[in-house]
C-alpha cells in the first residue's frame, strides 16, 4: 500500500510558478512509477507528465511545452512538479499517483493504471 499526500498549489498571475510536492509513505516507492494529472470539473483526469523509477520523464508536450518539470528524491519519497510560465488555461486540480508497473521504462500516461492517488491540489492561475 502507498499513501500519497499534496502539498503545494495555490493562486499565481499569468507568468508565475508553483511547485507541487507529492510525499508517499509506504515501503519501495522508488520502484513505483509517478504520473501527475489534471483535472477541471466535469472532465476526465488528464495526463500532464509522469517520471518511472528509473527517472525516465514523459510530458504531455501539447499542454507543457517545456514550461513543466517533474523530479522525484527517492531519499524523501517525495515527487515534484515545478510549474513555471503559468497560464489560465493551467487552472485545474493537480493530482499525483503512483503505480508498481516493474520494469516498464516509463510512467504509464492513464488514470486507470495508476492504483494509488494523492488528495488533489488546486492550481489557479489569473491573467
Known amino acids: 500500500q502507498v499513501q500519497l499526500v499534496q502539498s503545494g498549489g495555490g493562486a499565481v498571475h499569468t507568468g508565475g510558478s508553483l511547485k507541487l510536492s507529492c510525499v508517499a509513505s509506504?515501503?519501495?516507492?522508488?520502484?513505483?512509477?509517478v504520473g501527475w494529472f489534471r483535472q477541471g470539473s466535469g472532465n476526465q483526469r488528464k495526463f500532464v507528465g509522469g517520471?518511472?523509477?528509473?527517472?525516465?520523464?514523459?510530458y504531455d508536450e501539447d499542454s507543457v511545452k517545456d514550461r513543466f518539470t517533474i523530479s522525484r528524491d527517492n531519499a524523501k519519497n517525495t515527487v515534484y512538479l515545478e510549474m513555471n510560465s503559468l497560464e489560465p488555461s493551467d487552472t485545474d486540480v493537480y493530482y499525483c499517483?503512483?503505480?508498481?508497473?516493474?520494469?516498464?521504462?516509463?510512467?504509464?500516461?492513464?488514470?486507470?493504471?495508476?492504483?494509488?492517488w494523492g488528495q488533489g491540489t488546486q492550481v489557479t492561475v489569473s491573467s
Open positions: 509506504g515501503r519501495d516507492f522508488g520502484r513505483y512509477a
Open positions: 499517483a503512483a503505480a508498481d508497473v516493474g520494469v516498464a521504462p516509463v510512467a504509464p500516461d492513464e488514470a486507470y493504471e495508476y492504483p494509488y
Open positions: 517520471i518511472s523509477y528509473r527517472k525516465q520523464l514523459t
